[in-house]
């Protein structure tokens, strides 16, 4: 049952490419009305990849301003302040920014805001006490999404997170969401804690994600949580959520998200 749940998103990326990405054309670009939104039919695993201690400049000025970079980059002493960690940090950002300078409208257009109330993510480890999906009703702690949804490129904005995560994010996200990613591709989205402080927590999806990978396992200190055959991927990962899709929403995630064997 945990392969199956761990094989949905990325069978979903795969099935998307084999098809052209049609379904993005399809689906992606069509909004349709709170009351005909579906109810999740996919329970799949993913995991908490970091929470969001900085929202940084706009794509647009990151890379085309040579000060929004310096400004970027200095400001992740205020949350790192090891050397190692700098240094972790600069290498993904050189990284990443050499892939993102060649992103085009289309591949902005995708780290959209996505307003879907019936999405939902609890930590894996207190579903066994906790059987309950939270309901719609929750939107209400995000009432923001619904008239944000489908706000692209100029407001993507990078962003800086704990277990050194770094990407780009859509418009409404915010310090305190967190970045959930998926084993054995690169699909990523944002959610929001909803009553962060109770036992019974819960996220609500915010927007898709665009986040840097690990290539070649280059640094152990932070590419451990990102490998796919380790001892503790899957339900045994500390940080492993719940995320129950609908299908509309499946195909907004994994739309020419990139899969891995």
Not at 111 to 116: A, E, K, L, Q, S
Not at 120 to 131: T, W
Not at 166 to 182: E, N, Y
């Amino acid at each position: 049952l945990d392969e199956r749940r761990l094989s949905i998103v990325r069978t979903a990326a795969i099935i998307q490419d084999a098809l052209g990405q049609k379904l993005e054309d399809e689906i992606v670009n069509v909004k349709a009305p709170l009351e005909k939104q579906e109810w999740p039919v996919f329970t799949t695993i993913g995991f908490v990849a970091g929470r969001i201690v900085q929202i940084g400049p706009d794509y647009v000025s990151l890379v085309s301003s040579s000060s929004a970079a310096q400004d970027w980059m200095s400001c992740w002493g205020d949350h790192y302040q090891t050397e190692a960690d700098i240094e972790i940090l600069r290498w993904i950002y050189e990284e990443y920014a050499a892939k993102i300078l060649d992103y085009e409208n289309t591949d902005l257009s995708r780290i959209r805001d996505i307003y879907d109330p019936y999405v939902s993510a609890r930590p894996l480890s207190r579903m066994e006490n906790d059987c309950k999906v939270p309901g719609p009703s929750q939107a209400t702690k995000i009432p923001s999404l619904q008239t944000t949804e489908g706000a692209v490129s100029e407001g993507a904005h990078i962003c800086l997170g704990t277990g050194h995560v770094m990407g780009l994010v859509s418009p409404a996200a915010t310090v305190g969401d967190v970045i959930v990613k998926f084993w054995n591709c690169d699909a990523a989205i944002v959610m929001r804690p909803v009553e962060p402080h109770s036992e019974a927590i819960s996220f609500m999806l915010v927007g898709r994600a665009d986040v840097a990978e690990i290539i070649n396992g280059r640094s152990s200190a932070f590419s451990k949580s990102r490998l796919v055959h380790e001892s503790n991927a899957g339900s045994k990962h500390s940080e492993a959520v719940q995320v129950d899709l609908n299908m509309r929403t499946l195909q907004k995630i994994t739309a020419y998200v990139t899969t891995k064997s």
